[in-house]
Nanobody
Framework: VQLQASGGGLVQAGGSLRVSCAAS????????MGWFRQAPGKEREAVAI????????YYADSVKGRFTMSRDNAKNAVYLQMNSLKPEDTAVYYC???????????????????WGQGTQVTVSS
């Protein structure tokens, strides 16, 4: 599956952004989907993970209550709505797809075979 991320930008602290990830080639229903981010000098970290079969979404503690991940199966896309943004949310955001069905595995970026190109989110203080 090919992924195309979009929607990043510059926003003031406390503002909102929605990043999108459009897929082509295959339906996203067959994949666990993740949003990851990577700030300069830091490792890539999971922000939100939507499990394929269990109808649950995992959120990193740092974004819980502020970020919401959603899927639109008709559009074959996933989204990350980011509210109450903080300067520490500044990073390149990536969407990714995994065929793994092991819950612990999909928490790691190592188990994702398809990645979008990344979109920059910058939050000013």
């Amino acid at each position: 599956v090919q992924l195309q991320a979009s929607g990043g930008g510059l926003v003031q602290a406390g503002g909102s952004l929605r990043v999108s990830c459009a897929a082509s080639g295959r339906t996203l229903r067959n994949y666990a989907m993740g949003w990851f981010r990577q700030a300069p000098g830091k490792e890539r970290e999971a922000v939100a993970i939507a499990f394929r079969s269990y109808g649950r979404t995992y959120y990193a503690d740092s974004v819980k209550g502020r970020f919401t991940m959603s899927r639109d199966n008709a559009k074959n896309a996933v989204y990350l709505q980011m509210n109450s943004l903080k300067p520490e949310d500044t990073a390149v955001y990536y969407c990714a797809a995994s065929t793994s069905v092991i819950l612990s595995a999909i928490m790691s970026p190592d188990h994702y075979g398809s990645w979008g190109q990344g979109t920059q989110v910058t939050v000013s203080s």
